[in-house]
């Protein structure tokens, strides 16, 4: 190596270490609604924590080894699947009829394609099905049995609807029941949005919807534009919040055309569009990335259970407000 | 009455007639597509037409006797559902197993409510059973039986699936079977935008979706946003093209958001929202009006079956380019 050779990569570390540029990132999310800290142990709140660490830990070493956003998101979703404590998955709330019917979608900000699924009840891993559906059919959204079916063809872990259910979320169903509404039901959900090394963003969202739904109910998380959205050239955002409302908002892509068409940041783009939501009557929150990747964490209930790694060192695990 | 209020009443008259305000107004398409001239015998062109003037007179009587926009949508829809002519309700293209799987959705742009349902089967009018979940569930978007449970508890029609099937939709799903993919598939739609003399949008749309559909595909009419959005303040959209395509891109919302965020004419949002469909591979149209009244109607394929009503005596129907 000769010596301006060796003066040449210093100056490269020592501007690389100055300019704290994000060469990838990754946020998570696993619900927003009235959590609040005098209602939590703390035994349940440092298992909220360490779930969604070790969530963003998996997304987060996938994008350090050069994969992709794609990977990351659906390995982070997995793991809130596969925890009994979030809304998604194994935990899912019940339907008014008692089962578990779960929505998921995922979108590439590369070439916008997408996939959902909404109402599965036999499916292990929701948002695998989601991204199945993306890759693998000429569709975006597929429901019910037809999607399940699907996901059988494609060789999806198959499950029955027994294993999603928990002996919290039977209790939840009973007192809803009980007030005969969904109004006061906490909703919860669980996203990602990462940015990896070449720039693409992916963002997921899965749910098992509002405790005690009735009539196939289908939620904004399956919606691309109201639970999910991604554009490079943009950003990626994953809502969390009453559903009804987020649809008629059409609160990611909201998000996403603010930066676009009035070029502002995404936080204020986010602040605007949860402002709309709870002029409605709605609330909820929000996660995301920016194509330069700045995070987006903002919420207008008591708090979200939330938390980014970024690989310029900066990183959080939050719930309340 | 005295001479000055006589001469007001003038003044306002002659004002009214200069001015060529639009009241009230009304428009609609049957589907966008490979509809080409060449192909068309002159009794089908001639049976298009007048269905489609008999659908825009009905909306536009409404409106005119000071009806609502919601009630003009719904009605003008319902003539469109129960012709064989287009692809929703009777008519409807059926899916992979040989069925009519229905999509429709409303949406009031006054209060940004919405309703929405997909997968049904044996609901005659697929856009009543959205205004009821509208106007008479907590929800915005119910599915299948779910869905179709709702409606029969709302007094709506149930039908046998059989009342839909049409020999030309059976012929279609044959040749469709034999190519073995979705691709070269006309798509169709119905949908229809008002504004009433209280200055409220409504949007509709309803459609049996795919030819050859398979696992409980959802496409974008059903979906706040892709196929369907209305807002006072931007204006009132519905779509008519490939679905996958169409939620992609948000179209429906991302018109709106291109009039709130850049200011620019319904024309040019739809133009800007139509290329980005076409540079992914997509393609369909889209019909509007805007908060002054403003009619859109625009496609990027040889043509879609639309036509509009005004309360300033414009008004025209077509098909071709």
Known sequence: MNKSFSLLMLLCFVYSCNSNKVDFAIVVHGGAGTILKKNMSDEMELAYKLKLEEAINAGYNILEKNGSSKDAVEQTIKILENSELFNAGKGSVLSNKGVVEMDASIMNGKNLNAGAISGIKTIKNPISAARLVMEKSEHVFLSGEGAEEFARLQGLDIIDNEYFITETRLKSLLNAKKRDSIKDNKFGTVGCVAIDKFGNITSGTSTGGMTNKKWNRIGDVPIIGAGTYANNNTCGIS?????????RNVVAYDISSQIEYKKISIDLAAKNTLRKVKDLGGNGGVIGIDKNGNILMDFNTEG??????????????????
């Open 239 to 247: 809502s969390t919040g009453w559903g009804e409302y987020f649809i």
């Open 304 to 321: 979200m259970y939330r938390g980014y790694k970024k690989s310029d060192g900066e990183s959080e695990i939050s719930i309340y407000k």
